[in-house]
């Protein structure tokens, strides 16, 4: 069984930083692709960036130019690097690990952002 545990989440003022990191208990080299997800309350979960195993990546337009997703492979570990956070984007930040076969989900890390 695969585990993600997310950490990094907490309250910040807006225009301020945070780093998520997702700790995965295999090999990231085992997955096709790693991401982030959010979900504010009252609302979808949706793809905040996406990073493939070769080192591509994506992002939602809502988050470009202010977050960066990044991976260390060594550490089965991926990152995401928040700056000039907005109040909107409050919500529980998922890591998702995209598998041969089928999705993993982490437990989620909620992040608040005060204006």
């Known amino acids: 069984q695969v585990q993600l545990v997310e950490s990094g989440g907490g309250l910040v003022q807006a225009g301020g930083s945070l780093r998520l990191s997702c700790a995965a208990s295999?090999?990231?080299?085992?997955?096709?692709?790693m991401g982030w997800y959010r979900q504010a309350p009252g609302k979808q979960r949706v793809l905040v960036a996406h990073i493939t195993n070769g080192g591509a990546t994506t992002y939602a337009d809502s988050v470009k130019g202010r977050f960066t997703i990044s991976r260390d492979n060594a550490e089965n570990t991926v990152y995401l690097q928040m700056n000039s956070l907005k109040p909107e984007d409050t919500a529980v930040y998922y890591c998702f690990a995209e598998g041969r076969t089928r999705g993993y989900w982490g437990q989620g890390t909620q992040v608040t952002v005060s204006s």
């Open positions: 295999r090999s990231i080299f085992s997955f096709n692709a």
